[in-house]
């Protein structure tokens, strides 16, 4: 009977954890998207570092990646400088809740102005992406993708320094909590379009 109830818990686990992707694959199917484009996606994102989130957000654009390593890069690097503006809306708008800690307050100010830098060097990112697809050589080719690499890496480093100004159970609470979520989130989104500009690199 234990073993029964070990194997059911299992299924259920493993249900629980590929649901999501199994829905973003219904999704896109229901769209039109050809199986080789989605199936082209979801294995891109097996080589990210969160697997799961890049095909949850990437497979409704299947349409127009289709195959391309190139597009699926640049809808990574747009989609995650999407989440990053919504996020920077949202903490900035955390300031109008009254019994905020003069912590909070500082914690939330110096983390717009982090997630500012982040949209930036996603943008500037996203700039690079674009003059790759218009290099003359291999040597222009290079230079703009380091770029691009380059700035959305830092790009990374912004995220992670908004979260730790958070950090300590002097702040712990709900604005800790909605903060750490969505930062987490947009910074889950900046690595996994990091790795597949990386691996649109190493093929080009």
């Not at 896109?28 to 799961?52: D, M």
């Not at 690097?77 to 903490?91: G, N, P």
């Not at 790759?132 to 080719?141: D, I, L, P, R, T």
């Not at 947009?186 to 996994?192: D, F, L």
């Amino acid at each position: 009977m234990a073993k029964l109830n070990q194997t059911f818990f299992l299924i259920l686990s493993i249900c629980y954890f590929l649901s999501p992707a199994l829905t973003a694959a219904t999704t896109a199917l229901r769209a039109g998207a050809s199986n080789k484009a989605v199936n082209f996606i979801q294995t891109s994102c097996k080589t990210t570092t969160y697997p799961a989130v890049c095909f949850h957000s990437l497979s409704a654009y299947a349409n127009a990646i289709q195959t391309s390593p190139k597009r699926l890069a640049e809808t990574a690097l747009a989609v995650t400088l999407s989440r990053a503006q919504s996020t920077k809306l949202f903490v900035s708008r955390l300031t109008r809740f009254k019994g905020l800690k003069k912590r909070e307050i500082e914690a939330i100010k110096d983390c717009v102005e982090e997630i500012n830098d982040t949209i930036d060097r996603l943008t500037k990112s996203v700039q690079e992406m674009k003059l790759c697809g218009s290099a003359k050589n291999q040597e222009q080719f290079a230079f703009h993708m380091s770029n691009a690499q380059t700035w959305t890496s830092a790009a990374l480093t912004d995220e992670n320094t908004c979260s730790d100004g958070f950090s300590g159970r002097v702040m712990d609470g709900r604005i800790k909590n909605s903060v750490r979520a969505r930062i987490v989130n947009v910074g889950h989104e900046t690595s996994n379009a990091l790795s597949l500009i990386n691996a649109f690199a190493k093929k080009y």
